[in-house]
Each structure stands twice: as C-alpha cells, then as structure tokens.
T-cell receptor, first 115, second 112 residues
C-alpha cells in the first residue's frame, strides 16, 4: 500500500510554544489529507480535512486559529499547534488519500506532550 | 448522526483461541467499513476493507463480515497468537460526506 510519513513521532514542548507536524505522502499524490486527534482509550476524532491548494475544512469545535493546517502541495500537509497548552497534549494522526472517498493511508502518528 | 460502537472494550484470551470482535453502527448509509490495528503509541495498520456491496473479506487468519442492513460487522481472528495483541478499530466511511467515523476500539490481549 501507499506510504504516508508523519514527523515528528514524538514532541515535548513548553506551554505557549508552537509545534509543527508534517504529513507527507511518499509515493502518491494526496488530493485530500485528514488530521485526527486521539485521546487515550477514545476514538479517533476528525479535526479537519484539507484539499491541496484550498483552505482546510474544520470540524465543529476545532479552533482553526489554534490548529493551523496548510496543504500547499499534493504530497505535504502540515498541522501547527499554536500557543500549545497542556490540554493540547494528545496523539495526532494524519491520513492521505487520492480523493474524499478513496482509501486513506495513515501516518504513524505524533505524540504531543505540552509541559 | 452516525455512532460506531465496539464490543467488548477489552478482551483477554489464551493463545490459540478463535475470537470475534464486534462493531455496530447506527446509520446504514455507509460507503465502506474498515478494520484497523493499532499498537500502543503507534499509528494505524489497515487490516481489511469491506465495500458496502460486499458481505465479507478475508486476509490470512482474519475474516471480516458486514451486514449493512443490521448495522453490524465482525472481525474473526483464527488461531490467535501473542503478536495479535493490539487495539482493533473499526471505522465506517459515510456515503453522504465520505467522512470516517470511528469506534473506540477493542483492546485485545493474547496470553502465551
């Protein structure tokens, strides 16, 4: 299957700093990329859907000014957690697909810990 | 609003047993259903994908069934091994907006 690389796998930062997470599709063009958040023992929750070259669509309750998503190319999307706080600590997973109903290929996830 | 439920939340069985994990969903208007495996602190591995028109899919010791009308899917694992220990997630892709809706997972422990 297709490969999606997510970096970094783990990040620890101080409260108030910003953290950028990258999601790359290595061997296919990802028209659509998705960002999920997962709390311990809970389901993955979709945060936003991004299409290359256009603004991301955020799910209800997700602050677009706090979670900045950029999908500038067909192989790269970034999620920036701005002014991170301890409550932002979570597991963030990206996925990429060739279209909204195509199979999603998942990155390995990023464990964010905000001190 | 689609809700996906997985039962049980956790399961511990001896090695070698056959077992069944359950997934139910409230809205049958789905495009497909997928089963994933997630190891602790790791990403997701897709195991099986069943299109809405299909009844089952098989891969090795895994067999997934889908009864769309009743809103149920099962994942059957034959001859379980300690390496099968992980959290198993099911997710449905909605017909209306192609959004993946996830269950909370079943944490499986296979005891040697």
């Amino acid at each position: 299957g297709a490969v999606v690389s997510q970096h970094p796998s783990r990040v620890i930062c101080k409260s108030g700093t910003s953290v950028k997470i990258e999601c790359r599709s290595l061997d296919f063009q990802a028209t659509t990329m998705f960002w999920y958040r997962q709390f311990p023992k809970q389901s993955l929750m979709l945060m936003a859907t991004s299409n290359e070259g256009s603004k991301a669509t955020y799910e209800q309750g997700v602050e677009k000014d706090k979670f900045l998503i950029n999908h500038a190319s067909l192989t790269l999307s970034t999620l920036t957690v701005t002014s991170a706080h301890p409550e932002d600590s979570s597991f963030y997973i990206c996925s990429a697909s060739g279209g909204r109903r195509d199979i999603q290929y998942f990155g390995a996830g990023t464990r964010l810990s905000v001190l | 609003k689609q809700e996906v439920t997985q039962i049980p939340a956790a399961l511990s069985v001896p090695e070698g047993e056959n077992l069944v994990l359950n997934c139910s969903f409230t809205d049958s208007a789905i495009y497909n259903l997928q089963w994933f495996r997630q190891d602790p602190g790791k990403g997701l591995t897709s195991l099986l994908l069943i299109q809405s028109s299909q009844r089952e899919q098989t891969s090795g010791r895994l067999n997934a069934s889908l009864d769309k009308s009743s809103g149920r899917s099962t994942l059957y694992i034959a001859a379980s091994q300690p390496g099968d220990s992980a959290t198993y997630l099911c997710a449905v892709l909605m017909d209306s907006n192609y959004q993946l809706i996830w269950g909370a997972g079943t944490k499986l422990i296979i005891k040697p």
